[in-house]
C-alpha cells in the first residue's frame, strides 16, 4: 500500500493499531509534514505480532516555535483549520506500545525513515522524533533530524540503522540540559537485555551529535545491556559538551567492528570511552580491518578514562588499518588517563606506533589523517601476531598515537639526491 499526503495534515486523537493483514505500507508526505491533535494521544501503533515494513517518505516538519501549541492548523477532518500541536512525544507517524515492551523479546516489524528532514530547534514539550520502542528502525536517503527536546529523548528506539544515503542526528541546543538522562534511551533494550545495534553500511554516512549541556548519547537503565557498533560506511559520534559522554552507565560493554574501508570517527570533550560510568565488569572490544581508519579522539582528557585496567577489552588490529587517539588532558602515553589503566592491543600483521607530544601537534585532529605531515616524537614497530599493553607502546607524555602500516613521512631538506647507483658503486655526492 502507497499512501500520497498532498498537503499538511493534523492526526486525530486516538491510538490507532495498524491492521495486522498490511505487510508493506509506505506514506509519502511529498515534502509535507504533519500536526496532531493531541501531543501524547495521537498516535498509530505497530503491535509486537506485526510483520509490516511500513515507510515514511519525504517528511518536512520545521518550526522556530518556542510553544508546542498552534492554532490554523488543517483540522482532523480535512474540511477546515483548528488547533493542535507541533510536535508529539510518540515519534514520526508510527509508533509502538511502550507498556508491554517488557513482554516483547523480537519484533519482525521495521519502520524505515526514507528522505525526513526535521529541524526543531528549540525546546517545545513532548518533543521526540524517535519513538518506536521495540520496533527496529531503519535509515535510507537522506535524512536530517535535530531537537533539543524538554523533557524527553531524541528516541526511544531498539537500534540504529543506515542502510544508504546520509543520516545527521543532533540532540540538545548547545547551552541547557533538556534531554532526559540521554538523547537515547533504549527502553526496550534495557528490559530485555537486548544488545543495541547500530550499522552503517558501506557508502552511507551516520552523524550523531550531542549538544545537551549534560545528557549522554546513549543511556540505559538497566545493567546487563551492550552497544555494538557495526560500521562498513562513515560513522561520526561527537560529543561537544563537557559533561556529555558518549556512552552512559549500565551496560556490559561496548564493541566496535570497522568493516574493510570503513571510517569511523569519535569525538568527545571528556573521555571516549568512561569507565568510571560503566558497570564494574563493562570492556571495550574493537576489531578494526584492513583500510579502515578509526580516530578516538577526547578535546580535554584521555580516549579511555577508568580506574583500574580495562577489563575484558582488547583492540585488534589488522594489517592496513590506521587508528589514531587524541587526550586533552594531562600525556599518558596518549591513549588512557593513567600507565596502570592499561588496555591490551593486539596485531594482525606488523603495525608502526608512532607517539607524539603535545607540542608538536598543532591543533586537535579530526580523522586519522591529522598526523601524516607531523614528526613523531617515538616510534615502535610491533610484530605480526603480538599483543601489547598501551601503556608500552609510546612514551608516557605523548598525547597522541597513530598506529597504522605506513611510515610518517619525514623531511630530509633541501639538496641533490642521486638515488640511482649500483650498491658496489656510490656516488661521491653527499
Not at 551496560?251 to 571528556?270: C, E, F, H, V
Not at 574493537?286 to 578535546?299: C, V
Request: net charge neutral.
Amino acid at each position: 500500500m502507497k499512501i500520497n499526503v498532498n498537503q499538511a495534515i493534523t492526526l486525530p486523537f486516538g491510538l490507532y493499531n495498524i491492521n495486522s493483514k498490511i505487510k508493506n505500507v509506505e506514506v509519502d508526505f511529498e515534502g509535507h509534514g504533519f500536526y496532531v491533535a493531541d501531543q501524547g494521544g495521537s498516535i498509530i501503533r505497530i503491535p509486537s505480532s506485526s510483520t509490516a515494513k511500513v515507510k515514511v517518505s519525504n517528511l518536512h516538519i520545521e518550526t522556530n516555535a518556542t510553544s508546542n501549541y498552534v492554532t490554523g492548523i488543517p483540522n482532523t477532518a480535512g474540511t477546515g483549520t483548528g488547533s493542535g500541536y507541533y510536535t508529539t512525544y510518540f515519534g514520526m507517524l508510527f509508533s509502538a506500545d511502550f507498556g508491554p515492551a517488557i513482554l516483547v523479546k523480537d519484533c519482525a516489524a521495521e519502520i524505515t525513515y526514507n528522505n525526513v528532514y526535521y529541524n526543531v530547534p528549540n525546546n517545545l514539550g513532548f518533543n521526540q522524533p524517535l519513538c518506536s520502542y521495540y520496533v527496529p528502525i531503519n535509515f535510507t536517503g537522506e535524512n536530517y533530524i535535530n531537537t533539543a527536546v524538554t523533557g524527553r529523548q531524541v528516541g526511544e528506539i531498539p537500534n540504529i540503522k543506515v542502510s544508504s544515503g546520509n543520516t545527521t542526528i543532533i540532540g540538545g541546543n548547545g547551552q541547557s540540559s533538556m534531554l532526559a538522562l540521554g538523547m537515547f534511551l533504549p527502553y526496550f533494550n534495557q528490559l530485555n537485555n537486548k544488545t543495541f545495534q547500530i550499522d552503517v553500511a558501506a557508502g552511507s554516512t551516520l552523524s550523531i551529535i550531542d549538544n545537551d549541556r549534560s545528557a549522554t548519547m546513549f543511556q540505559f537503565y538497566g545493567t546487563s545491556n551492550a552497544i555494538a557498533i557495526n560500521n562498513s560506511g562513515v560513522l561520526n559520534m561527537t560529543s561537544n559538551m563537557v559533561n556529555a559522554p558518549l556512552f552512559g552507565s549500565g551496560k556490559t560493554g561496548i564493541s566496535l567492528n570497522a568493516q574493510i574501508g570503513a571510517t569511523t570517527n569519535l569525538k568527545a570533550m571528556g573521555p571516549v570511552f568512561d569507565g568510571t560510568k560503566m558497570v564494574s565488569s563493562a570492556g571495550v572490544n574493537a576489531t578494526l580491518m584492513p583500510n579502515s581508519k578509526t580516530a578516538i579522539i577526547s578535546t580535554n582528557s584521555a580516549a579511555f578514562n577508568n580506574s583500574k585496567s580495562w577489563p575484558s577489552s582488547i583492540i585488534q588490529i589488522i594489517i592496513g588499518a590506521k587508528l589514531l587517539t587524541y587526550g586533552g588532558g594531562p600525556g599518558r602515553g596518549g591513549i588512557t588517563d593513567a600507565p596502570n589503566h592499561d588496555i591490551p592491543l593486539s596485531y594482525l600483521g606488523s603495525s608502526l606506533v608512532q607517539g607524539y607530544n603535545r607540542s608538536n601537534i598543532p591543533k586537535i585532529p579530526k580523522n586519522t589523517d591529522d598526523y601524516d605531515s607531523l614528526i613523531p616524537n617515538d616510534s615502535k614497530l610491533l610484530q605480526n601476531g603480538s599483543q601489547v599493553s598501551s601503556n608500552s607502546i609510546t612514551n608516557p607524555f605523548d598525547s597522541g598515537v597513530l598506529i597504522s602500516s605506513t611510515l610518517t613521512p619525514v623531511l630530509i631538506g633541501d639538496g641533490n639526491y642521486d638515488w640511482n647507483y649500483d650498491i658496489d658503486q656510490p656516488p661521491d655526492k653527499d
